[in-house]
């Protein structure tokens, strides 16, 4: 009994050291907001970090944004604590258009977080890209799409490219892609059909399968609006 | 006695050394901390001495933000017309399409991202501000120090205005050393300037500072009346072109003018322009001409602009360097890298962009002869006679193939080509093999390179030239390059000058300033006022002043750059074709590479021919987003002035 009092101490020490670690730390961020970009409830395809948002949580004095860039599905995911948050999308982003406050700057929209949410944010794109086809023969790539108008008067704006590219990754844009084909908006002379073909260059190392994307370039617009990407097998 | 009283004694002597320990060490309470800090000068300490405000004054002019500058080589050949030769650049440059809205720069040695495009030093803004204060109030100086003192920091102040300016548009305009009571936060914020207000305060202190500042063409280090006609032609310049060509990209402009001018505003401010650039031709303030020292070699008369520090008439105003005490290290990383004076050099190779833009002596634009009309090769007896018959000042800019540097030849080729199409070359610097039907190997390739991801080599065929110091022991670590960063230099007010007149109308005049920049350059056939044109103006302040940071300047007022950068890749057609028109697309850095060619007995052995390359480390096709026209200013400012809007499409 005597020799066990030599470890009260060092107990109520551990005991000590335990509670203070419990007593300091804050639970991590638990909510999750998730969100993707919608017309008429249909997914809007984006280039990968370009499209940037902010989330602002007002009310703790210094506001600064969290900040992020939608994926190239037009989606966005979060681990926020629960709260009042405001969503904007900084003018000039994204290939839409984005409700503006009577000032002319970007509207916001309130989300209110207790627990997972998910949000569709409903924009208006410029054009959107109907019915693409992608297919493979004869070491090539040929894709066929429609394009219908969505936004018109003084906002509008005209269509400066519509390009293919084709990638060994997932990521099919102007940043990663081993060849792309493309044809100029003066050169459209029909949005019901734009047929657009590019040859598979040699693919090192090799894999037998290619993905394949269509995007559409605005004039005075820097981002583009695009279709899904496609995996095809060779 | 003695003995008996020794250990008394010894009590006595404690004791009172006690007390006087004691006596000593307390002073007042108050008092015990109040001591003066022996490595920190007052105010009054500094302001007493003309030697000591002189080096003050001397530290605010090191503080000047400059961008391209020479002590950071990536600076220098960013926007295509150069390939970074150095491993983890490849991605940061040439696999990146974007510029991210501060200028990325790559990752520090952290792994974080660093920028270049966010100078925001308010600090030393006030630094200027509380230093002109102090001066105007020093007893110790006389009255015409003081006033010469306080002008050239009124010089430096519009200096760093005019350089925020053309990186965010406007910015928080503040005059005075502002100072916080402790209470109100609120009137220390203060919100930005419009665009127009920024330039028309640079071009008011830059018209008072010319009646005050010395007019002497041989001071470069420090504000004259000179550089103070030349801040105020390229300020008012680059005002007029904003207001004329933001138009055409009218998202890139805010409600309140804080990005944007007014297209009205254009023609007044070509006007000051062209009087500014005048006044400095006409010679009132000081001897400016054309830099002509060597007129049997052009290409190194142009060269020598820049390390050329005695008697240069040319130069304007410039950051200087001296040996032993503010060096840099440009020529030791971009020196050539075979027999270079350490083992490193050749980092920036300018691209075959650049190099094809250099007009032939008949004032036309034509790509290299590299292939006959049915696609044979053209053979060139010596590496150098495929740019002969160029504008002098190509090889002023960039190390050719066949040309030297500090008397020694370059050895610049990437392989040898056979007869039957294959080309024969190796994985290291000046490797061996065997050619068919010899027994000995011999070398097959230079040993500058190129060789494709082998940092240093001349990966485009090309070395930079411009800047790089001819001195022996430039190129050492342990004692660097004392060459000169140019700022201003009379080249550019002529320039200026045929610019504003065009835009004014006067082609004439435009012609005959434009045509004394071009006849230093060997191009002696003057362009007749009818061939002056918007792409003229643009493809000369191209090639006279390639990687001086002009380019960079230009392609943003010229709204060009979304243009040029449009995201496409860079087709081989496309880059030999419409070479001079400033729209033309410029994705990607592309090389000329010399291959030697080997069929014995025939009468091309031995001689070259040339390809065009693109390396495989290019992997991105350069996108120019209208963010980019003006910086980001950051989140941590935003927040600490919610006065300050934000930038457009950002």
Redesign the interface.
């Known amino acids: 009994m005597k020799t066990k009092s030599h470890y009260i101490p060092f107990l109520a020490l551990c005991i000590l050291l335990l509670l203070s670690c419990k007593k300091d730390n804050f639970d991590a961020p638990k909510a999750s907001l998730t969100g993707q970009l919608v017309y008429n409830g249909e997914s809007i395809g984006l280039e990968y970090n370009k499209v ?1 948002y902010e989330l602002y949580q007002p009310g703790f004095g ?4 969290i ?1 992020s860039t939608f994926t190239p599905e037009g989606g966005f995911s979060h681990l926020l604590f629960d709260g009042n948050y405001k969503l904007v999308i ?4 994204g290939p839409f258009l984005w409700k503006q406050t009577a000032a ?1 700057k970007p509207d916001s929209i309130a989300v209110t977080l207790r627990g997972n949410t998910n949000i569709n944010i409903e924009v208006r794109p410029y054009f959107m890209i109907r019915n693409p086809q992608l297919s493979y023969s004869a070491a090539s790539v040929t894709a066929t799409c429609r394009l219908e108008q969505i936004v018109t008067g003084v906002d509008a704006k005209t269509i400066e ?1 519509v ?1 293919l590219y084709i990638s060994k990754t997932r990521f099919a844009d ?3 892609n081993i060849a ?1 084909a ?1 044809v100029a908006g003066t050169e459209i002379t029909d949005l019901n059909t734009i047929v657009l073909k590019v040859t598979v260059p040699t693919l090192v190392p090799t894999q037998n399968y290619i993905f394949a994307r269509i995007g559409v ?1 605005f004039s ?1 617009v ?1 981002d583009m609006i695009f279709a899904p990407t496609i995996k095809l097998n060779l | 006695m003695i003995l008996k009283n020794t250990n008394m004694k010894n009590k006595f002597i404690l004791g009172i050394v006690t007390l006087l320990v004691f006596s000593v060490g307390c002073k007042k309470d108050s008092e015990y901390l109040n001591i003066k800090p022996t490595q920190v000068l007052g105010t009054d300490l500094a302001f007493s001495d003309p030697a000591q405000v002189l080096s003050i004054l001397a530290d605010l002019y090191t503080r000047q933000y400059d961008y391209p500058r020479l002590t950071e080589w990536p600076t220098v050949g960013d926007f295509n017309e150069a390939f970074y030769s150095e491993n983890g650049r490849y991605n940061a440059y040439h696999g990146n399409s974007t510029w991210d809205f501060r200028g990325y720069q790559g990752p520090d040695f952290e792994g974080a991202p660093s920028y270049f495009w966010t100078p925001w030093n308010y600090k030393y803004i006030r630094e200027l501000n509380l230093f002109m204060e102090r001066c105007q109030l020093a007893t110790a100086l006389d009255e015409a120090t003081k006033a010469s003192y306080i002008a050239e920091a009124r010089f430096l102040r519009a200096s760093y205005y005019f350089t925020l300016t053309q990186f965010y548009g406007g910015v928080p305009l503040i005059l005075t050393s502002l100072e916080f009571d402790g209470t109100d936060v609120t009137s220390l914020q203060v919100p930005r300037s419009k665009e127009s207000e920024m330039y028309d305060f640079v071009i008011q202190e830059a018209q008072a500072l010319k009646l005050i500042l010395p007019s002497n063409s041989n001071t470069k280090a420090r504000a004259t009346r000179g550089a103070a006609l030349a801040m105020e032609s390229r300020a008012a310049l680059y005002a007029a072109s904003i207001a004329k060509y933001g138009a055409t990209t009218p998202s890139v402009s805010l409600p309140g003018g804080e990005v944007g001018i007014p297209v009205g505003r254009a023609n007044g401010y070509y006007e000051i322009s062209l009087k500014a650039s005048q006044e400095i031709i006409s010679g009132s303030a000081g001897n400016y001409s054309l830099y002509k020292k060597q007129p049997s070699n052009l290409s190194e008369n142009f060269a020598a602009i820049f390390y050329d520090k005695s008697q240069n008439t040319e130069v304007i105003w410039v950051d200087d360097y001296a040996l032993k005490f503010k060096r840099h290290g440009f020529t030791q990383v971009n020196q050539p890298r075979f027999g270079a004076e350490e083992e490193e050099g050749g980092r920036i190779n300018p691209s075959l962009n650049l190099v094809e833009a250099f007009e032939k002596l008949d004032n036309t634009f034509a790509p290299f002869a590299t292939n006959d009309l049915a696609g044979n090769f053209i053979f060139y007896t010596n590496q150098q006679d495929i740019f002969a018959g160029r504008d002098a000042r190509l090889a002023g800019t960039v190390i050719i193939p066949g040309s030297s540097f500090k008397s020694r030849p370059v050895d610049i080729w990437a392989g040898v080509q056979l007869t039957d199409g294959t080309v024969i070359s190796g994985g290291e610097r000046g490797a061996q093999k065997t050619l068919p039907g010899k027994t000995v190997p011999e070398q097959v390739l230079g040993f500058d390179g190129p060789i494709s991801g082998i940092e240093f080599t001349a990966q485009t065929g090309f070395y930079i030239r411009k800047y790089q110091d001819p001195a022996i022991g430039s190129g050492q670590r342990g004692i660097g390059s004392a060459v000169w960063l140019v700022r201003y230099r009379y080249a550019e007010i002529l320039l200026n000058a045929a610019e504003a007149a065009f835009e004014l109308g006067q082609s004439g005049p435009a012609a005959d300033y434009m045509n004394q920049v071009r006849v230093r350059a060997g191009l002696v056939i003057p362009l007749t006022p009818g061939e002056i044109s918007f792409d003229r103006i643009v493809h000369e302040r191209r090639v006279e002043f390639a990687f001086e940071g002009q380019y960079f300047y230009d392609l943003k007022r010229f709204r060009l750059a979304h243009q040029i950068f449009d995201g496409v890749a860079l087709s081989k057609a496309d880059l030999l074709s419409n070479i001079g028109k400033a729209s033309k697309r410029s994705t990607q850095p592309y090389g000329l590479l010399p291959y030697k060619y080997y069929a014995p007995g025939s009468p091309n052995d031995g001689k070259w021919i040339y390809k065009v390359d693109l390396s495989n480390r290019v992997t991105a096709s350069d996108n120019w987003q209208l963010g980019n026209y003006y910086s980001e200013i950051v989140p941590a400012i935003l927040t600490r002035n919610p006065k300050l809007v934000k930038q457009p499409n950002q």
């Open positions: 940037n210094k506001t600064g944004p900040g900084p003018a000039g982003q002319g490219r390009t102007s940043q990663t792309t493309q370039k005075g820097d």
